[in-house]
C-alpha cells in the first residue's frame, strides 16, 4: 500500500488536485515552478522516511460562526492527497449510506433532500451535534480505528507523522472533559485535527463511523444521518428517541466525545429542523436568518469593493451566484427578489 502511496503517478494526480482553484496562490504557483523536481524529493523524503510536514498557517473565520483555520503547506497537502487517494476507497465502502459530509456523490443538499424525507415518515424527531467536535478527536482512538483497515506499517508510520503534526493545534478550543478510568495524565493525551486538512475531513468519518454503525446495528434506528458532527434520529415515539439520546450519549463517552445537552431536544418534525443553515420542514424549507444577515452584509461589502474597483465584476458576480445556488434547495424565490432588488 505505501509503495502506491509514493508511486509517482500517484503523486502526480494529488498534486493536481492539491493544485485544483488555487493555481493563483503563491504557495501552489511556487511549487508548479520545477513541479517535477519537487514531487522527486518529496518522493525520496517519503520513501527514505524522512519527510516531515511544514508549519501551519493559522487564520479565523466568523461565518457561520467563529472557527480557526489551519492551512498546511502546499507540499503537505500534496501528501494528504496521495494518501487519501489510496486509502479513503478502503474505508469508503465501510461507511453507511446516509453519512453525507466529504464523500463523493453526497454533499450538504442531498443531506437537505434525505433529512426532509425522513421528516415526512415520522412525527419525531432528535438532533444532537457534538461539543468542540474537531478539537476533542481523540488520536489513539482514530489510530486504533485506523489500524484495523489498514494494517500496513508504512502506511501507519505516515499517518502518524500528519497526525502529530496537527497535535494541539486546537489546544485552545478544547475545553478538557474527563471521562470514567481517567487519571490526570489524560489532560496530556494527544487530540485535535486541524480544521483545513483534507486528512481531517476524511479521518472525522473514520472517527464517527463507529457511532454510525451503533445507532444502525445496536439502536437499530430506521431513519438516521450523519453530517460530519451534526446528526439527526427519527422516530414516531418521544419516550424511544429519549432512550436512544442516553445510549448514544454513553457510547460517545467511549469516543471521550460529549454531545451539546441544550441542543440535544426531541421536537415534532412539523416545526421545523435547523440543518446546515436552512430550517427543514415537511413540506418546505427556509433559509436561516443569521444567513440572510450574513450574506446581505457581504453583498454590500463586496459591492462597494466592486465600486471602488478592489474587485473585478467576475468576482462579485461568483460571490452572488454561488449564493444563489447554495439557497435555491430552499423556498427562497421571494427572498432573493426582495434582497437583490435593492442593489439593482
Given at each position: 500500500m505505501f509503495d502506491s502511496i509514493v508511486a509517482w503517478d500517484n503523486l502526480w494526480l494529488a498534486y493536481h488536485k492539491a493544485a485544483k482553484g488555487k493555481r493563483g496562490k503563491a504557495s501552489a504557483a511556487r511549487f508548479e515552478h520545477r513541479v517535477a523536481d519537487r514531487l522527486l524529493a518529496l518522493q525520496r523524503d517519503l520513501k527514505a522516511g524522512t519527510y516531515e510536514p511544514g508549519a501551519y498557517t493559522h487564520f479565523t473565520i466568523h461565518e457561520p460562526k467563529r472557527r480557526k483555520i489551519s492551512a498546511a503547506p502546499f507540499r503537505d497537502r500534496v501528501v494528504h492527497h496521495a494518501l487519501c487517494n489510496i486509502i479513503e476507497p478502503h474505508f469508503e465502502r465501510r461507511f453507511i449510506a446516509n453519512s453525507y459530509a466529504n464523500r463523493v456523490g453526497k454533499g450538504t443538499h442531498r443531506a437537505i433532500d434525505r433529512l426532509q424525507q425522513f421528516a415526512r415518515r415520522f412525527r419525531y424527531v432528535l438532533r444532537l451535534d457534538i461539543v468542540q467536535h474537531f478539537a476533542s478527536l481523540d488520536h489513539q482512538i482514530l489510530r486504533r480505528s485506523i489500524a484495523r483497515v489498514i494494517p500496513d506499517d508504512a502506511t501507519l508510520r505516515l499517518v502518524d507523522v500528519i497526525l502529530a503534526s496537527g497535535a494541539g493545534v486546537l489546544a485552545d478550543a478544547y475545553d478538557m472533559v474527563y471521562f470514567p478510568g481517567d487519571d490526570l495524565f489524560a489532560l496530556h493525551r494527544p487530540r485535535g485535527?486541524?480544521?483545513?486538512?483534507?486528512?481531517?475531513?476524511?479521518?472525522?468519518?473514520?472517527?464517527?463511523?463507529?457511532?454510525?454503525?451503533?445507532?444502525i446495528s445496536q439502536l437499530r434506528c430506521p431513519a438516521y444521518l450523519r453530517y460530519v458532527d451534526d446528526f439527526a434520529l427519527f422516530a414516531n415515539s418521544k419516550k424511544r428517541l429519549w432512550h436512544w439520546k442516553d445510549a448514544?450519549?454513553?457510547?460517545?463517552?467511549?469516543?471521550?466525545?460529549?454531545?451539546?445537552?441544550?441542543?440535544?431536544?426531541?421536537?415534532?418534525?412539523?416545526?421545523?429542523?435547523?440543518?446546515l443553515g436552512f430550517v427543514v420542514f415537511p413540506a418546505h424549507r427556509r433559509l436561516k436568518r443569521r444567513n440572510v444577515v450574513h450574506f446581505h452584509r457581504r453583498l454590500r461589502r463586496n459591492l462597494d469593493a466592486y465600486r471602488r474597483g478592489r474587485i473585478t465584476f467576475a468576482d462579485f458576480d461568483a460571490s452572488v451566484q454561488g449564493w444563489i445556488n447554495h439557497v435555491r434547495y430552499a423556498d427562497t424565490w421571494?427572498?432573493?427578489?426582495?434582497?437583490?432588488?435593492v442593489f439593482v
Open positions: 485535527l486541524p480544521i483545513g486538512n483534507l486528512t481531517s475531513q476524511f479521518w472525522s468519518n473514520v472517527y464517527m463511523n463507529a457511532l454510525d454503525w451503533f445507532v448514544i450519549t454513553r457510547f460517545l463517552a467511549s469516543l471521550r466525545l460529549t454531545i451539546h445537552p441544550r441542543s440535544a431536544q426531541v421536537q415534532p418534525t412539523r416545526f421545523g429542523i435547523p440543518w421571494g427572498l432573493r427578489r426582495a434582497e437583490f432588488s
